[in-house]
Every structure is written in C-alpha cells, then in structure tokens.
T-cell receptor, first 115, second 113 residues
Framework: KAGVTQTPRYLIKTRGQQVTLSCSPI?????VSWYQQTPGQGLQFLFE???????NKGNFPGRFSGRQFSNSRSEMNVSTLELGDSALYLC??????????????FGPGTRLLVL | GDSVTQMEGPVTLSEEAFLTINCTYT??????LFWYVQYPGEGLQLLLK???ADDKGSNKGFEATYRKETTSFHLEKGSVQVSDSAVYFC????????????WGAGTKLIIKP
C-alpha cells in the first residue's frame, strides 16, 4: 500500500507570494492533518480535515488555510508569504479523525524556503 | 495546557550501548503516548505507542512504558546500531487538545561505530 505522498518536495518562493502544497493520504484514510516543523518552534499542528470539513485548527494566522477533496486529498495554502514561513510542512493521514491512540502516518514533507 | 518535555540532545553513543531518552508529559486525563522517529531527509515514522497506564510499547528493539505515577514515557533500547541515528520525538494526544499530537522538541541521537 502506498504511503502518504506530498508534492512538491521542495519549493522556493519570495516574500509576498502564495504557495499551495498537496497531500495524498494512504488509500482508505479519510483524515488528513498538517504540521509545520521549524528548528525554532519544533512541530506545530496546523489543521485537520475529515470528510472535506476542517475539524481542528491550530494557532496559526489566517494566511494559512487548507481544504480537502472528496477523494481525501488535501491542499494547504499559505498567502502573503513571510520569511518565517520557511519550514518543513508535514502531512499525516489516519483512517478516522484523531482519537484515543489513533496513529497518524506521515509523508516525507514539503520543504519551503521563503527568500 | 498539555505539554511534552524531552531530554535535550544530541545524545552520542557508541554502537551496542544502552539507550535511554527521557520523556515526561503534562496532561489532564489519560493521554495516549507516542514515540516517532525522523531519519535524515525523511518524514516521521511511528516507532511505538501506548494508550493506557502500564502499557508497554515496543518495536525494532525499542521499548517504552507508560508510567502515570511519574508522567513519563522513556524510550529505551538495549543495544543501539549506527542505523538508529535519527531524531526521536515524544508526543501525546488527549481529549482536551482534540487528540491532536502535542510534540516534544525532539532528541537527536548519534551512534558512532
């Protein structure tokens, strides 16, 4: 069974631009979560989608948004990029929404560099 | 709020040494506890988990026991290999954070041959 895939793997953008990252979950998984990983802040939860609905959102500004399609694929968008948005963006999928002991499976991440 | 504290790294060991990476947590209720590993240039992989007190998670020679009395979930391995070099993350999920993963800062492990 194929794992979680993320595209693109690497991106370079300049300040003020916007970017869209894509995530395809493991087949049959309906929940997708996004995380930001930076050396300074570590891993931080962005949002979770289940059945095309945002279920949870972390403490990030409105410039960060996402959506999920009927095939469970998800995209996240960051508008008006700032230097501090440079990070590894990780997508994780699970069968059902995050719950007691539910395991999330991670993709390899998209590394975004904002210049 | 819920939080996870891990020992700071890097931790440098020789091959076949015994490994302990400390993890303690703060949470109300009964969180689930996880160890994830991140190899260079890769995403995160679940290493092991435990969902209730006194549970022991184990995988690939690694073990961790959910200790509610000490709010700990320390990772151990009896004999490490060079291939175990990676960053290890302790995490919890609990109802009061909508079961989203709350992460420790990560501990970089370096194994020298």
């Amino acid at each position: 069974k194929a794992g979680v895939t993320q595209t693109p793997r690497y991106l370079i953008k300049t300040r003020g631009q916007q970017v869209t990252l894509s995530c395809s979950p493991i087949s049959g998984h309906r929940s997708v979560s996004w995380y930001q990983q930076t050396p300074g802040q570590g891993l931080q939860f962005l949002f979770e989608y289940f059945s095309e609905t945002q279920r949870n959102k972390g403490n990030f500004p409105g410039r960060f948004s996402g959506r999920q399609f009927s095939n469970s694929r998800s995209e996240m968008n960051v508008s008006t990029l700032e230097l501090g948005d440079s990070a590894l963006y990780l997508c994780a999928s699970s069968l059902v929404p995050a719950g007691v002991g539910e395991t999330q499976y991670f993709g390899p991440g998209t590394r975004l560099l904002v210049l | 709020g819920d939080s996870v504290t891990q020992m700071e790294g890097p931790v440098t060991l020789s091959e076949e040494a015994f490994l302990t990476i400390n993890c303690t947590y703060t949470a109300t209720g009964y969180p689930s506890l996880f160890w994830y590993v991140q190899y260079p240039g890769e995403g995160l992989q679940l290493l092991l988990k435990a969902t209730k007190a006194d549970d022991k998670g184990s995988n690939k020679g690694f073990e961790a026991t959910y200790r509610k009395e000490t709010t700990s979930f320390h990772l151990e391995k009896g004999s490490v290999q060079v291939s175990d070099s990676a960053v290890y993350f302790c995490a919890l999920s609990a109802g009061d954070s909508n079961y989203q993963l709350i992460w420790g800062a990560g501990t970089k492990l370096i194994i020298k041959p």
